[in-house]
């Protein structure tokens, strides 16, 4: 359509043309642009972008220098066991991981699917409030709580496909073999009955030093299931104080291997720390050219080698995980929050390196999941609007989600309250959770 557009300095008017738009965002600062922007947002979709207030549509919000971003990804969580800590008192703050293991699995074995359903929406509505558009979570499938965690999160992706992307993971927590008189009591047919109910990516619990069985031969598994079913893989691995327990070169290897680079993600990789120098930059090239992204968990304080998978041009990643459960006691689903713990854990401070820590929680996200994603014409209108003016005054600030985004619909924020808009269009309404 044309629109008469008024050139503030000149006094002239000129007509111009533009989608036919549903809204559009005025006087925006996007991450990866200089200056100030306009974006225009059709049926869902971002269908324009130009310079300054250029556009004009029903509704217009003026955002005077604010930042939009694509919204964010939180691409490693487990989502199916949130909020389970307090049933169990102190009891797991005074022990370690083996005990943490023996009591997720006595509550997994009363987990109910109504009771999944319930949590799991508890900690999708903290993300999607935090301006996450997007997750990947574990789901655990095993002789504890069998299929039960896969049906309840399978049906709260569903009910949520309006707010927020979800993938799910089918995660082998127990280790893949079962081995008597040992920790390990394995889950590889329940992981295979997972991805027969329609769970697309495959998970792995490959950890040398707390399970006893050969962990190359759970790769080879892992491996040949995702082979067979065609999904990728999302392995937590060598979660390991020590350079004892080190299957990451093997990984690497096999994916190069089976030509699976891409589709192979890894988390925590702790032991990469305590390996020699030498060790670690022949893991870090294979792990290059085998494009296997690694996922950082700062949560956990102690990390792997993040400097040097940045300073190598790894797809790195950053990730809430745990969510207030036997493992991990703290957290409310804010990528923000985990960020600035990466920020302080790794030393980050120049604005330089705290905009490529932000790469963590949107693009290499994204990569991982393999979403399209960004402010760009013809992708989804999955958009959070921060009241910050910078992504390093965003992670400094723990700026507010003023507004979020998913497909163009308003699902969070403060926004309607905050911001100065010509029309508030109905979508502005305040939303209520069923
Ligand atoms: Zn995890």
Redesign the pocket.
């Known amino acids: 359509m044309m629109v008469s557009y008024h050139h503030k300095n000149s006094g002239q008017f000129e007509d111009i043309c533009v989608a036919d738009l549903d809204y559009a965002f005025t006087n925006v600062t996007l991450p990866d642009r200089e200056g100030r922007w306009c974006v225009g947002v059709a049926e869902g979709k971002i269908v324009e972008i130009v310079e300054g207030d250029r556009l004009n549509a029903q509704h217009v919000w003026h955002l005077d220098g604010k930042l939009l971003t694509p919204g964010l990804v939180d691409a490693?969580?487990?989502i199916d066991k949130a909020f389970t800590a307090e049933s169990l008192g102190d009891v797991f703050a005074q022990s370690g991981l083996a005990s943490a293991i023996q009591a997720v699995r006595h509550l997994k074995s009363q987990f109910t699917i109504a009771d999944i359903k319930q949590r799991a929406t508890q900690a999708l509505q903290w993300s999607i409030a935090a301006g996450t558009t997007a997750i990947r979570t574990?789901v655990e499938a095993d002789a504890f709580v069998e299929l039960r965690a896969v049906e309840g999160l399978l049906d709260v992706q569903r009910s949520l496909s309006d707010q927020i992307d979800i993938q799910l993971v089918a995660?082998p927590q127990e280790g893949w073999f079962a081995i008597p008189e040992t920790l390990e009591s394995g889950a590889s047919t329940y992981v295979e009955q997972a991805l027969q109910h329609g769970i697309k990516v495959i998970g792995g619990n490959v950890n040398q030093g707390l399970w006893s069985s050969n962990p190359e031969a759970q790769v080879d598994a892992l491996f040949d299931l995702a082979l067979r079913y065609n999904c990728d893989l999302d392995l937590?691995l060598d979660?390991w104080d020590s350079a004892e327990a080190f299957t990451l070169p093997y990984v690497a290897q096999k994916t190069i291997e089976h030509h699976y680079q891409g589709r192979v993600a890894v988390?925590?990789i702790a032991s990469l720390i305590h390996v020699s120098d030498s060790q670690a930059q022949v893991a870090i090239e294979l792990l290059k050219q085998a494009e296997i992204s690694v996922?950082v968990?700062p949560t956990r304080i102690k990390l792997t080698r993040v400097a040097e998978l940045l300073e190598a041009g790894l797809n790195v990643v950053c990730?809430t995980?745990?969510l207030r459960d036997p493992?991990i006691r703290y957290g409310d689903a804010d990528l923000l929050k985990a960020l600035f713990l990466l920020a302080q854990l790794t030393g980050y401070m120049a604005n330089r390196d705290l905009e490529r820590l932000w790469q963590t929680i949107s693009n290499n996200a994204a990569k991982m999941l393999r979403l399209p994603y960004g402010i760009n014409v013809g992708n989804l209108a999955d958009l959070v609007v921060f009241d910050a003016y910078s992504i390093p005054e965003a992670i400094l600030h723990q700026a507010t989600r003023l507004a979020v985004f998913k497909s163009g619909k308003l699902v969070a924020g403060t926004m309607q309250d905050q911001v100065l808009s010509l029309h508030k269009p109905d979508f502005m309404s305040p939303r209520r959770w069923t």
Do not use: A, R
């Open positions: 490693h969580t487990h574990n995660f937590h979660n988390s925590h996922t968990l990730g995980d745990n493992f």
